[in-house]
């Protein structure tokens, strides 16, 4: 039996609505392996010193939103310098949890009224420490 329990991202213990996912955007990629003075040697033999700690990086982009729903999105990360995620990891096939960063995000409009802005697709990407 799965572990998965039909989510993919907490933030802070909140479950991420999917509706802020778009269709197939969604990409993860965990467990990335991290290296430290690997070379290559005369002889073309690559020598890998590969780290210990491996770094996840998880990102989608959004469907067009009114301006409310971006604001209630952005709720779920208000720091994005500094947050704890926990997230389905398709590697070890089990949740797992990790300190991540959110780079900076471009918010496309698609058009502006007096009382709305509507977006276009938003890019959002999680990078773990």
């Known amino acids: ?11 802070d213990g909140r ?8 269709h197939g955007s969604y990409n993860a990629t965990p467990n990335q392996k991290q290296d430290e003075d690997s070379y290559q040697d005369g002889y073309g033999r690559l020598h890998r010193n590969v780290l ?6 998880i990102e989608w982009t959004t469907p067009f939103m009114h301006l409310d729903s971006k604001i209630d999105m952005q709720s779920y990360f208000p720091d994005r310098v500094t947050m704890e995620v926990e997230y389905w990891n398709d590697e ?13 995000i471009q918010f496309p ?9 509507r977006y276009n697709p938003i890019r959002i990407a999680l990078i773990e420490y």
């Open 1 to 11: 039996m799965s572990a998965y329990q039909g989510w993919l991202l907490k933030f």
């Open 92 to 104: 070890t096939n089990t949740y797992t949890k990790g300190t991540f960063y959110v780079p900076d």
């Open 109 to 117: 409009y698609y058009d502006a009224s007096g009382t709305d802005i």
């Open 52 to 57: 210990p700690h491996t770094r996840s990086k």
């Open 15 to 22: 479950i991420f609505p999917e509706k802020y996912i778009a």
